[in-house]
């Protein structure tokens, strides 16, 4: 049985000259995710991964590859991720393709479905994808950018995220997405959270698998 909170760090924020390494610190360390950022540099003003990095370090790591598509169409990108080796894809609602068509070709292919809410998306606009969705990513930043402050208000989103998710018998995970460290990753857990992203906490650590067991051990 997995043991939550997952730790999922964040591709982004990792060194780009030896993936291969880092990878393999926070995998020792306790880490099963990899969360990986795609931009497009049009549904947030940043660009970053293509399927090509996700394919060359599929071979580098068993972590549970969650890639988070942060683009203005990811019908068009979902099925090259997944020939990549992506595990999960998570898509945005406020993007300009319906999430029910991501859902039906995440299911077809066999991979985990996420939805991100931006902080200034409602929940219950989401409601009827959550009914079968595995994660729902809450983002406690503005996205695009990494290493920004967490927001507060985060947590009583994860608290209606609880609830929503009884009220619906749904099967969801909770992640959190944005200013995580040792002291927000605690308080995200107390109120819910069942999955912390983590960028700069971990790699911007001069040790990356210190910093994972921190914020698994620190967040319990």
């Known amino acids: 049985m997995q043991a939550f909170p997952v730790i999922s760090p964040s591709l982004l924020a990792a060194c780009a000259h030896n993936y291969a390494d880092a990878l393999a610190q926070i995998e020792r360390a306790g880490a099963e995710y990899l969360h990986i950022d795609v931009m497009d540099g049009h ?8 399927p090509n990095i996700v394919s060359g370090i599929r071979a580098y790591s ?5 890639v988070h598509l942060m683009v203005a169409h990811p019908l068009h990108c979902i099925g090259p991720f ?3 080796g992506a595990d999960g894809i998570t898509v945005h609602p406020e993007s300009e393709d319906d999430p029910a068509a991501a859902l039906a070709l995440c299911r077809e292919r066999g991979v985990r479905f996420g939805i991100a809410l931006k902080p200034e998306t ?3 606009s989401v409601e009827e994808c959550l009914r079968a969705c595995d994660i ?3 983002m406690s930043i503005h996205p695009g950018f990494g290493g920004q402050v967490f927001m507060p208000e ?6 209606a995220a609880v609830e929503m998710r009884k009220r619906l018998s749904a099967c969801y995970r909770i992640s959190v997405d944005g200013g995580i460290n040792a002291q927000t990753s605690a308080l995200c ?3 819910g959270a069942d999955i912390l992203v983590a ?3 971990v790699f911007g650590s001069t040790d990356p698998a210190a910093a994972v067991k921190v914020l698994k051990g620190g967040a319990l």
């Not at 068993?62 to 969650?66: I, P, V, Y």
Request: hydrophobic content about 60%; proline content about 3%.
């Open 43 to 50: 549904f947030v003003p940043n660009l970053s991964f293509g």
């Open 62 to 66: 068993r972590l549970f590859f969650d």
């Open 82 to 84: 997944i020939d990549a």
């Open 122 to 124: 409602a929940l219950e």
């Open 136 to 138: 729902l990513l809450i």
């Open 154 to 159: 985060a947590l009583e989103r994860i608290r």
């Open 189 to 191: 857990v107390e109120a």
């Open 199 to 201: 960028g700069s906490a």
